[in-house]
């Protein structure tokens, strides 16, 4: 199998991982899991620096994920990563005294970095893990923060975005899940946040806007940021994606940020994907 | 007592000894950095020190971020806003994650004097102290801000400390000041009464023992300048000698040190202990000066003395 034939392949495995876990617990965000799954799979297998054996390794890239609710895609492409079994993670998602908790937790599931899940708290977190790396001598140390559209509406994100620029931590990358749909409905029209790109290059930073499920962008433009050197630009991608991509009768359905599907559902999911 | 310096500018000159010592620290602030005591830090040591702006929320997280990189935060600004605006930030990005963060906030309670109640921060304590993993330190003056800054830094996990505007009577002595991480220190041995007293309410309660001895009524101070973690044994040991208690704090009423003292009684001591509370009847501050605010709401010497007059008669 082709490179890029094999990271899509990882994509739609961290999906049925995903969905079947939110299955089993009867509970979870399929949604905004589905739409972060290629830009996962790309980060995880080529471009970051981490090692599943040795999640503490110091010289590791950090992935900070904002969107804590999108634990179940987190959960899968850290199994197939190799940092613990899928089956522990599928079967005890969201139960009592589960490393695996409804929101991503840093103390109880190797490989996750922070513990998140009260949306607008990672863009800062991560502003503070670059200023922290970047005070080590030669630093070569890559921040990566995942961010949802619709946490943009947290002010502190603002506060953040002013922050990044004003440190000039040119080693720190954004992506912003662009899905468009947000638990009430459509971003746009919930509280709009466009236009978004023009926004960021209000506030100093650098944009790339790409198709958040195209593996080949991805690849790219990840490429292009973890060789960023000698600069003092934060760099935001803003992946367009779509809620509930891989699977027909969840994409771009805002039911489906919050709902947990059913046996049926689940086998009609699986049987769409192809795992 | 005679020589009187802030908490907060104990805190500054702690915080560059620190520094010069440690490469792991580090200093944030939200644009009061000349008021908090971090400025002297931050021209000394420009690389590690971090104003935010008038952004505390940012602040904290970012904080919580240095700490996840292996440094050690001091993140200060007023109470209110460290605190208060920033509850939140404070309870999800530090205390959850367990993450070794310093949060030193300055002009709490109502001695921050003429700006009154926008910015006289009277819930720190109870919304800080609610917070699983979090130590909430109380300095009552200049000598123990210093031993407890040096100790919150040592002290791996999140740390609230209340710090003050007002220059307040230095109580301790440099060269024979012990501090020890968790434990309330019985400041006056005393046998009549217990009168528990934080921050600036400590000075006074020595003050009102000074007095109360004059008409043969002894008092035992204890200075709890560690609300949480809550040193039982010494409270419980010293209340059961006397058999009443005073609980003197800057800080509402409600929800405050006082409550806390009632139940570690009410759990423990099977016998009637009557207990009074000097403390602010749950109200919002206001503009004045120092004096005039302390005589207002009741937080001085002589509403120690009035209330501990009022547990003795109780419990005869």
Known sequence: MNPVASLSQTAQEIRGLALKAISNANSGHPGG???????????????LKHDSKNPNWEERDRLIISKGHASPAVYAVLALAGYFSADEFINTFRKINSKFQGHIDRLKVPGVEVSTGSLGHGLSIANGVAL????????????????????????QNWEAIMAASHY????????????????????????????LAEKFEAFGWLVKEIDGHNIEALQNVFRESSRRENTAQPLVIIANTIKGKGISFMENQVKWHGTSPKKEELEKALSELKV | MSEKIATRQAYGEQLLELGAEHEELVVLDADLSGSTGTAKFAKAYPERFFNMGIAEQNMIST????????????????????????????????????????????????????DGASHQIIEDIAIMSVIPKMSVLVPADAVETKAIIKAAFIHKGPVYIRLGRPAVPVIFDTKNFKYEWGKAQIVKEGKDITIIALGIMLHKALEAAEELAKENISAEIINLSSVKPLDKETILKSIEKTGAVVVAEEHNKVNGVNGLIGALIGQNINKFIPQESVAIEDRFGQSGSLDDLLDEYGLNTKNIIEKTKLALKRKS
Not at chain 1, 132 to 155: F, I, T
Not at chain 1, 175 to 194: H, P, V, Y
Not at chain 2, 92 to 104: F, G, Q, R, T, Y
């Open chain 1, 33 to 47: 899991s589905l739409s972060i799954a290629d830009i996962l799979a790309v980060l995880y297998f080529g471009i």
């Open chain 1, 132 to 155: 922290g790396l970047r005070l080590k001598p030669d630093s070569k140390h890559k921040v990566y923060a995942l961010l949802s559209d619709g946490e943009l509406q947290e002010g």
């Open chain 2, 63 to 114: 904080a919580a971020g240095l700490a996840l990189a292996g440094r050690i935060p001091f993140a200060s600004s007023f109470a209110m806003f460290a605190a208060g605006r920033a509850w939140e930030q404070v309870r999800n990005s530090v205390a959850h994650n367990e993450l070794n963060v310093k949060i030193a906030a300055t002009h709490a309670g109502i001695t921050l004097g003429e």
């Open chain 1, 168 to 195: 000039k931590l040119g080693n720190l990358t954004a992506i912003i899940d662009r899905n468009r749909l947000q638990l009430d409905g459509m971003t746009e029209k919930t509280m709009a946040l466009e236009p």
